[in-house]
């Protein structure tokens, strides 16, 4: 179980069976199926040249329950959004990151990297909740720390700052996005 949720919040919580979220958890099963977990153990290796065969086996126990965890992730955050009346705000970012959760071409792209290609995907997903959760209130109230730094060190550096300027860029446009509505709907009253 990820430190970021109760075991309650985890298994109290059903994915959608249609829709993007469906889509998203066909992607994560088809990684699976085409040799995800030797995949994902090798990236791993490849990006902590230190760990342990045994430790490169936990690793990655826990990178596929994060990446499994996403569509829980997403389908609580609109769940969220709903209830809060924050849709117009939250949903034009969660749709950023499931495009490019189905994007078959990414930064690690799942095609022919299988479980690992999901890497960047998750972490793009959890970057964009954590930085929901820095509002002036808390969104989820889920501690997103541990999954960031232990997706970070698997993908490197590099590629993690494209992502967080990629979910720093969608929070701006939809910032601009709702100022221009707002505009707008200021003029006519």
């Given at each position: 179980m990820l430190p970021c949720m109760t075991t309650?919040?985890?298994?109290?919580?059903?994915?959608?069976?249609?829709?993007?979220?469906?889509?998203?958890?066909?992607?994560?099963?088809s990684a699976k199926a085409r040799g995800g977990q030797e995949a994902l153990e090798r990236h791993i290796?490849?990006?902590?040249?230190?760990?342990?065969?045994?430790?490169?086996?936990?690793?990655?126990?826990?990178?596929?329950e994060v990446i499994e965890s996403v569509p829980?992730?997403?389908?609580?955050?609109?769940?969220?959004?709903?209830?809060?009346?924050?849709?117009s705000v939250v949903v034009p970012l969660l749709e950023h990151t499931e495009r490019y959760y189905l994007q078959p071409i990414d930064l690690i792209p799942e095609m022919t990297q299988g479980l690992a290609g999901?890497?960047?995907d998750s972490y793009l997903v959890?970057?964009?909740?954590?930085?929901?959760?820095r509002g002036p209130h808390n969104f989820l109230d889920w501690d997103l720390d541990y999954p960031i730094r232990f997706l970070q060190r698997?993908?490197?550096?590099?590629?993690?700052?494209r992502l967080d300027h990629m979910a720093m860029d969608a929070m701006e446009e939809v910032s601009g996005e709702l100022s221009d509505l707002w505009l707008r709907i200021s003029h006519d009253a």
């Open positions: 309650e919040q985890h298994e109290s919580f059903e994915v959608p069976t249609t829709g993007t979220l469906a889509d998203i958890v066909a992607i994560i099963a290796t490849n990006a902590l040249p230190e760990a342990t065969a045994d430790e490169v086996r936990e690793a990655a126990e826990v990178a596929t829980i992730f997403l389908a609580r955050a609109r769940q969220e959004a709903e209830t809060r009346g924050l849709n999901l890497l960047d959890i970057r964009m909740l954590q930085n929901l959760e698997l993908i490197g550096g590099r590629i993690s700052e």
